[in-house]
């Protein structure tokens, strides 16, 4: 499974952007996909889950309400979807997955892609 972010920019506060995460590979529908960001200085974290169904999300308490999160089986996509941007939430932000189903903890992804930058400006 091969994984490409993107749809990162300059957005100010309040705004909205959209992440696409597109993934090549047979395999891919099996698996759920992640998002997690690294801001400058910090540690990289969880910003949200979708199960391979589709049908199950999970998301950092700090995001909730403003992102969603969502896959395209059939296009092998995943999206997340971010509204009310703060500036907080500049980071570099990238899309994994992960044939476990724990969601939270970065090292139970198997496949990661590239990041692409996001970065609210006030």
């Known amino acids: 499974v091969q994984l490409q972010a993107s749809g990162g920019g300059l957005v100010q506060a309040g705004g909205s952007l959209r992440l696409s995460c597109a993934a090549s590979?047979?395999?891919?529908?099996?698996?759920?996909t992640g998002w997690f960001r690294q801001a400058p200085g910090k540690e990289r974290e969880f910003v949200a889950g979708v199960s391979w169904s589709g049908r199950a999300t999970y998301y950092v308490d700090s995001v909730k309400g403003r992102f969603t999160i969502s896959r395209d089986k059939d296009k092998n996509m995943a999206y997340l979807q971010m509204n009310g941007l703060k500036l907080e939430d500049t980071a570099v932000y990238y899309c994994?997955?992960?044939?476990?189903?724990?969601?939270?903890?970065?090292?139970?992804?198997?496949?990661w892609g590239q990041g692409t930058l996001v970065t609210v400006s006030s």
């Open positions: 994994a997955a992960t044939y476990s189903g724990n969601y939270y903890r970065g090292y139970e992804y198997d496949y």
């Open positions: 590979g047979r395999t891919y529908s099996s698996y759920s």
